[in-house]
């Protein structure tokens, strides 16, 4: 049982991590769009934009995925 329990805490601590890491690199991408050079290129404004969205959506499900494990605990 204690055994499983370090796995838990394991992934919880990877998760969270990996959950700053792409929170991190979602609003690095997000400060992207506010440059005015890319504003004059749609595609990669849109690239920018949804590759930022998709990092942040993950970091949403990655701190959702921990809270769960948190109530396993």
């Given at each position: 049982?204690?055994?499983?329990?370090?796995?838990?805490?394991?992934?919880?601590?990877?998760?969270?991590?990996?959950?700053m890491?792409?929170l991190?690199?979602?609003s690095f991408?997000y400060?992207?769009?506010?440059?005015?050079?890319?504003?004059?290129?749609?595609?990669?404004?849109?690239?920018?934009?949804?590759?930022?969205?998709?990092?942040?959506?993950?970091?949403?499900?990655?701190?959702?995925r921990t809270?769960k494990?948190?109530?396993?605990?």
């Amino acid at each position: 049982m204690e055994e499983q329990q370090k796995m838990i805490l394991d992934k919880i601590i990877d998760y969270q991590r990996i959950g700053m890491l792409c929170l991190f690199i979602s609003s690095f991408l997000y400060s992207g769009t506010l440059i005015p050079k890319y504003a004059e290129v749609q595609w990669k404004l849109g690239i920018l934009s949804a590759s930022s969205l998709i990092f942040l959506i993950f970091s949403f499900f990655l701190y959702w995925r921990t809270s769960k494990l948190k109530e396993k605990l």
